[in-house]
């Protein structure tokens, strides 16, 4: 199958069913439309059991519009409201989200639960190979942190020729389906920058995407692939942040802009230096900083729109 990764993640899981969507088989642009418009079909017709409160959220955007920050910002919001929030780290080359947390030592990363088999080889581990799990389920040496927050990390690229990013994917995708919340419980994904994890499929679980969006003509462009891409995937919620806004004059041009592509605005942090200072020393915000304020407001206006 060579480098070729199938949505449905049949490459890795037997039990993933194979839905004859044809891609793996396609061979001209045209019957890669039909399968993909059959895989697009098929996770419409899935995905109405994705209805409901916001619980599984993944933070999606172009490169350097702060979906990191922004993640930390969200953890420390949800927290203050009471949640118990699990952080996964999705992103394969940024390892700056671990230190916002708050967090020296890295977790053991989620990819060592693969043997090393051939490609296509199942996980070896035991506990990956349930088809549910609570949070608690997962060994501790995989997470960072407590109670309200726990961090686990998917896995970083590290040295050359370790291969493509396309595992690290497949085994979040997994994870994120198995886990079945408690009441209170909120899993927060930080993606890879761009829409190469909606190419992997990797939002397929997730019931809310969120875009970060900077004032620029390709940050917006891309949050209209990305609404379009999650709206193919099946999740039903998505919403946009405009994060780095200078002004309220520019704060509304591009609310309109993303209005105008249907994308509706959860709230907007500004540019602030206090978040720019924390960030050279490589820390999370302060949770008295007005990005932490207005992140406090932005996560109860997205948990107050699905409850
Ligand atoms: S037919 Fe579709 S679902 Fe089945 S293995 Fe090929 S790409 Fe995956």
């Not at 990191?68 to 910002?73: I, S």
């Not at 050279?280 to 207005?294: I, V, W, Y």
Request: proline share 5%; hydrophobic share 40%.
């Amino acid at each position: 199958m060579g480098l070729f990764h199938c949505p449905m993640g049949c490459a890795y899981y037997e039990d993933e069913p194979c839905i004859d969507c044809g891609l793996c088989l396609a061979t001209t642009q045209e019957e890669m439309v039909l399968a993909s418009q059959r895989i697009r079909d098929y996770l419409r017709v899935h995905a109405e059991n994705r209805k409901g409160p916001s619980r599984k959220i993944a933070v999606c955007g172009k490169g350097g519009t702060g979906k990191t920050t922004a993640v930390a910002l969200m953890a420390a919001a949800f927290r203050e409201l009471g949640f118990s929030v699990l952080v996964i780290d999705l992103d394969e080359s940024n390892p700056g989200l671990r230190r916002m947390l708050g967090f020296g030592q890295a977790p053991k990363p989620l990819l060592t639960v693969m043997g090393k088999g051939p490609k296509g080889e199942k996980p070896k581990e035991a506990w990956f190979t349930r088809e549910e799990m609570g949070i608690r389920d997962i060994p501790g040496e995989f997470l960072q942190g407590g109670d309200s927050l726990r961090f686990l990390m998917a896995g970083k690229i590290e040295d050359p020729f370790q291969g493509c990013a396309c595992s690290l994917a497949d085994l979040a995708r997994d994870l994120v389906q198995k886990l079945v919340l408690r009441d209170k419980e909120i899993i927060l994904i930080d993606t890879e920058a761009g829409v190469e994890s909606f190419g992997r499929g990797v939002e397929r679980h997730v019931d809310t995407v969120v875009i970060m969006v900077e004032p620029s003509a390709e940050s917006i462009a891309l949050a209209e692939k990305i609404s379009y891409l999650a709206d193919g995937i099946g999740v039903k919620k998505v919403r946009a942040i405009p994060n780095k806004i200078p002004s309220e004059k520019i704060g509304q041009r591009v609310a309109e802009e993303l209005e105008k592509r249907k994308i509706r605005v959860l709230g907007t942090l500004w540019v602030d230096d206090q978040v720019s200072e924390a960030s050279l020393e490589g820390k999370g915000p302060s949770p008295h900083s007005n990005a932490q304020r207005c992140m406090k407001e932005i996560v109860q206006r997205l948990l107050g729109e699905s409850l």
